[in-house]
């Protein structure tokens, strides 16, 4: 199984300023045939089902504001938010679809300072 | 717009079987591009993702509740299915299907519509 470690558990960040959450895999999720890695970022709000907000680690889902952003390849992934907004407070989960089982990092609580 | 809606039982005893049915709206649980799954989160706890199914029945499962947990679709109805037996208080849970994409060879993809969600609780 791939293990999905984020950090940090929760965070604090003033408005306007940036908001940068780590993803690590125990293993690559990086597929050498098509170049992709297999990576998501999800946002989960209270009393709402998780949002996809970017897929293939840096594909932003339509929709979703450019102030959200993905990097990273293979083990090591980055969940930035350039310039946070009040309604950006909630909890981010990166998954892993590279192999099954399909599983989820423990989740970063996003709140404001 | 795909609809994905929740429902089942809010409460179920301990050793029971949990059933829960997702009802797919505006779109086909029949296509061949998608996989059909359902994932649960605990309270207090992150994302965990139970299987997904593929319209023509095949499955997938997590290896953690594999024993437990069956999966099933009906083409006619539009909908799919969960049954997860002998629950106890740690299947206290908001559970959620969603639709994920199928990549070539059946490779899996992100999911990219979710349910709301309903809370089951196991108690006596």
């Known amino acids: 199984d791939i293990v999905m470690t984020q950090s940090p558990d929760s965070l604090a960040v003033s408005l306007g300023e940036r908001a940068t959450i780590s993803c690590k895999s125990s293993?690559?999720?990086?597929?050498?045939?098509?170049?992709?890695?297999?990576l998501a970022w999800y946002q989960r709000k209270p009393g709402q089902p998780p949002k996809l907000l970017i897929y293939?680690?840096?594909t932003r889902e339509s929709g979703v504001p450019d102030r959200f952003s993905g990097s990273g390849s293979g083990t090591d992934f980055t969940l930035t938010i350039s310039s946070l907004q009040a309604e950006d407070v909630a909890v981010y989960y990166c998954?892993?679809?590279?192999?099954?089982?399909?599983?989820f990092g423990g989740g970063t609580k996003v709140e404001i300072k | 717009q795909l609809q994905l809606q929740e429902s089942g039982p809010g409460l179920v005893k301990p050793s029971e079987t949990l059933s829960l049915t997702c009802i797919v709206s505006?779109?086909?649980?029949?296509?061949?591009?998608?996989?059909w799954g359902w994932i649960r989160q605990p309270p207090g706890k992150g994302l965990e993702w139970i299987g997904n199914?593929?319209?023509?029945?095949?499955?997938n499962y997590n290896p953690s509740l594999k024993s437990r947990v069956t999966i099933s679709g009906d083409t006619s109805k539009n909908q799919f299915s969960l049954k997860l037996s002998s629950v106890t208080a740690a299947d206290t849970a908001v559970y959620f299907c969603?639709?994920?994409?199928?990549?070539?060879?059946?490779?899996?993809?992100?999911?990219?519509?979710w349910g709301r969600g309903t809370l089951v609780i196991v108690s006596s």
């Open positions: 293939w680690a840096s």
């Open positions: 293993q690559s999720v990086f597929y050498s045939s098509n170049n992709k890695n297999y």
């Open positions: 505006g779109g086909s649980f029949s296509g061949s591009d998608y996989y």
């Open positions: 199914i593929f319209y023509t029945g095949g499955t």
């Open positions: 969603a639709r994920s994409l199928r990549g070539a060879g059946g490779s899996y993809r992100h999911f990219d519509y």
């Open positions: 998954q892993q679809y590279y192999s099954s089982p399909l599983n």
